[in-house]
């Protein structure tokens, strides 16, 4: 719709100028006085000036167009550079962003790799333990082994020799010795009664 008024508004531009610079020409229509412009003076008829005004008119139009397309591109290049600056920043954030969680993912990776080395420590240091805890119970079980071996083949007599202690060889049995009336016993050193009777009083 503006392109079509303004074309409009162009036509009628143009046939008003060629009106006005074809029933403006000829002797009746010569300037009276001279028209100078920077030293030049123009001669001719009011047509010829009309159209010298044209002309100017449309210079001053072809510069004013080229003026705002100037400005016009130059407020496009600076639309364009702050949508890139703004893209830029949005960038640098991401990127920011992205450098932050992965200094995070890699802080939490280290915290996780020193409690895996710290676990891995504390189960390396009680494998050991059960390990000496493990030998002492089989040098135990071993000592034990060793000493019901010895206990089997010595037999129940030196069986009865380690439980007494001191004695190595076997007790020395004292003479049976045949006691009197009230004799004392040479076991024990008591007086014993003699329950049976004597041999005469048996009858």
Same mark, same amino acid.
């Given at each position: 719709m503006i392109v079509v008024l303004g074309l409009f508004v162009l036509i009628a531009a143009a046939v008003v100028a060629l009106a006005g610079i074809f029933t403006?020409?000829? &002797?009746? /229509?010569?300037?009276?006085s001279n028209f100078t412009v920077f030293g030049h003076q123009l001669t001719g008829s009011t047509g010829t000036l009309f159209l010298f005004g044209i002309i100017v008119g449309a210079a001053a139009m072809l510069g004013l167009g080229l003026?705002? !397309?100037? =400005?016009?591109? @130059?407020?496009?290049?600076? &639309?364009? =550079?702050? /949508?890139g600056l703004r893209d830029s920043r949005r960038e640098t954030d991401a990127a920011t962003k992205d450098r932050d969680t992965a200094v995070e993912e890699?802080?939490? &990776? #280290?915290?996780?790799? @020193?409690?895996? !080395?710290?676990?891995? %420590?504390?189960?390396?240091?009680?494998?050991?333990?059960? @390990?000496?805890?493990?030998d002492a119970l089989t040098e135990q079980r071993n000592v034990l082994t060793e000493? #019901? %071996?010895?206990?089997? %083949?010595?037999?129940?007599?030196? =069986?009865?020799?380690?439980? &007494?202690?001191?004695? @190595?060889g076997p007790m020395r049995q004292q003479e049976a010795v045949p006691l009197g009336a009230g004799e004392a016993s040479p076991a024990n050193g008591h007086r014993r009664p003699h329950l049976l009777g004597r041999d005469g009083d048996s009858g």
């Amino acid at each position: 719709m503006i392109v079509v008024l303004g074309l409009f508004v162009l036509i009628a531009a143009a046939v008003v100028a060629l009106a006005g610079i074809f029933t403006n020409t000829g &002797a009746a /229509h010569d300037l009276t006085s001279n028209f100078t412009v920077f030293g030049h003076q123009l001669t001719g008829s009011t047509g010829t000036l009309f159209l010298f005004g044209i002309i100017v008119g449309a210079a001053a139009m072809l510069g004013l167009g080229l003026l705002l !397309a100037g =400005a016009r591109r @130059t407020s496009r290049r600076g &639309a364009t =550079a702050r /949508h890139g600056l703004r893209d830029s920043r949005r960038e640098t954030d991401a990127a920011t962003k992205d450098r932050d969680t992965a200094v995070e993912e890699r802080d939490a &990776a #280290r915290v996780e790799a @020193t409690a895996a !080395a710290d676990d891995r %420590d504390s189960l390396s240091r009680e494998r050991d333990s059960l @390990t000496d805890q493990r030998d002492a119970l089989t040098e135990q079980r071993n000592v034990l082994t060793e000493q #019901r %071996d010895d206990l089997l %083949d010595g037999g129940p007599h030196r =069986a009865h020799e380690q439980t &007494a202690g001191t004695r @190595t060889g076997p007790m020395r049995q004292q003479e049976a010795v045949p006691l009197g009336a009230g004799e004392a016993s040479p076991a024990n050193g008591h007086r014993r009664p003699h329950l049976l009777g004597r041999d005469g009083d048996s009858g």
